[in-house]
T-cell receptor, first 111, second 113 residues
Framework: RKEVEQDPGPFNVPEGATVAFNCTYS??????FFWYRQDCRKEPKLLMS???SGNEDGRFTAQLNRASQYISLLIRDSKLSDSATYLC????????????FGKGTKLSVKP | GAGVSQTPSNKVTEKGKYVELRCDPI?????LYWYRQSLGQGPEFLIY????????DSGLPNDRFFAVRPEGSVSTLKIQRTERGDSAVYLC???????????FGEGSRLTVL
């Protein structure tokens, strides 16, 4: 099993749609979880951290399910500007700094 | 600017050559990371520094790869006897805390012919 797995997509959705991505991780001892966004040919940027209780930032909601070892990202009311690759990040190996990225899920929002 | 700076932005080299990639992190950030990213893939973890020491180098693919951060600021990733499979974008990131937000540089694109 890969350390961090994501559906690569692409997810092609119309503007205004709600879309959800899942990410599974292999290390049950992982403590830190994040979603990053990467635009084409650009560097990744933090979208949001994922907390045990779940968290929301505007149209974006992140959830953590420790029992099933997955995190999710929900985007409501999709905008054209949401088109990007969304990367799941998890710390591994009990090392705080061993932050492992998934392959990313590509989202394309169409008019 | 005050962001993470990486040089060179592009490097073309021949198979077998030695390459150095430099990263200048955000001032005050004690944590520094190196990743590499191939087309269509997520960033692949290489090494993480906390201060001057390599806290986790488990991602370095083999002994041709080495990284240093002698004064706890600038870091250099060194690749010996480059191979075509080393071609990728090498990303550096820094963070104020070990598991804080990562701020990435724009990357160094390495092409090995």
């Amino acid at each position: 099993r890969k350390e961090v797995e994501q559906d690569p997509g692409p997810f092609n959705v119309p503007e205004g749609a709600t879309v959800a991505f899942n990410c599974t991780y292999s290390n049950s001892a992982s403590q830190s979880f994040f979603w990053y966004r990467q635009d084409c040919r650009k560097e990744p940027k933090l979208l949001m951290s994922v907390y045990s209780s779940g968290n929301e930032d505007g149209r974006f909601t992140a959830q953590l399910n420790r029992a099933s070892q997955y995190i999710s990202l929900l985007i409501r009311d999709s905008k054209l500007s949401d088109s990007a690759t969304y990367l799941c990040v998890v710390n591994m190996r009990g090392s705080q700094g061993n932050l492992i990225f998934g392959k990313g899920t590509k989202l394309s929002v169409k008019p | 600017g005050a962001g993470v700076s990486q040089t060179p932005s592009n490097k073309v080299t021949e198979k077998g050559k030695y390459v150095e990639l430099r990263c200048d992190p955000i001032s005050g950030h004690t944590a520094l990371y190196w990743y590499r990213q191939s087309l269509g893939q997520g960033p692949e973890f290489l090494i993480y520094f906390q201060g001057t020491g390599a806290a986790d180098d488990s991602g370095l693919p083999n002994d041709r790869f080495f990284a240093v951060r002698p004064e706890g600021s600038v870091s250099t990733l060194k690749i010996q006897r480059t191979e075509r499979g080393d071609s990728a974008v090498y990303l550096c990131a820094s963070s104020l805390l070990p598991v804080g937000e990562l701020f990435f540089g724009e990357g160094s694109r390495l092409t090995v012919l």
